[in-house]
């Protein structure tokens, strides 16, 4: 019996040799595909008949209109509009917390969905910020800032707000980086507005762990998708349709 075993366990050992094929992984690519309506052209009867006793306790929630964008927008590096928006929606949200921040860093991997033109629900929103990360603010010194563009442009670009222009090369080298026109003072003090995720130095930005006088809300309240949320409810009231485009706030040196 023990010989049997013996024999069975190694004629599996040599069968799954043979059957191993050796692959070599030649490369890895990336896209986002916004998925909408146009998927629906041909919706499956009974799937739909599963769903719907769950569909509108969903919609419930998800399905509410928060607000409006006036184009298709999506995060891509070094810029891209979406992560522009993310970024200036911080800074401007900062009134809510007594914050006046200098400007703001949201990063691309935190941005997990695209907004489509025209109305956008509080399930768009969930689906673009789904973590539970917060906002945060914090003071770095000059000197700390030039550390952070310098991750920033190793990483090909993050979210940043307007005002903040950075120069960078193909291979990540920081070039030159002002803000609103000025360069940036080793020696002063600026504070910014992020996440708490990269505000404890994750993600390669390892200069915010240099911060100082942080302020970082625990409450569910402040995070992320919430903070988006009620910009976007903010701007409807007002009757703004929003708006954000690329506009050389990062530029790879050619």
């Known amino acids: 019996m023990k010989k049997f075993l013996v024999l069975m366990a190694t004629a599996a050992v040599l069968l799954l040799t043979a059957c191993t094929a050796h692959y070599q992984l030649s490369g890895v690519s990336q896209t986002r595909i916004i998925v909408d309506n146009t998927y629906d052209a041909q919706p499956d009867a009974a799937a739909a008949a599963f769903l719907a006793p769950y569909k509108q306790k969903v919609d419930s929630v998800m399905g509410p209109i928060v607000g409006r964008v006036v184009r298709d927008m999506e995060a891509k590096r070094p810029e891209s ?150 910009y976007f409810q903010e701007m409807s009231q007002k009757g703004q349709v929003v708006d954000s485009k690329v506009e050389g706030r990062i530029i790879i040196e050619k």
């Open 81 to 230: 509009d979406l992560s522009n928006l993310l970024a200036d929606i911080f800074v401007y949200m900062a009134k809510e917390y007594n914050e006046t921040p200098d400007f703001a860093v949201y990063n691309m991997g935190g941005i997990r969905a695209a907004f489509s033109k025209g109305d956008v629900t509080y399930g768009d929103v969930l689906d673009v910020s789904p973590f539970e990360n917060k906002i945060s603010f914090v003071t770095l010194t000059g000197e700390n800032v030039l550390e952070l563009f310098s991750q920033i442009a190793k990483r090909g670009g993050e979210g940043v707000s307007k005002g903040v222009q950075l120069v960078i090369t193909e291979d990540g080298r920081l070039v030159s980086a002002h803000l609103f026109g000025k360069e940036i003072d080793p020696q002063a003090k600026y504070r910014i507005t992020t996440i708490d995720y990269l505000a404890q130095g994750n993600d390669g930005l390892t200069a915010f762990k240099n911060g100082t006088n942080l302020n970082s809300p625990k409450d569910e309240k402040n995070n992320a998708r919430y903070v988006i949320r009620d």
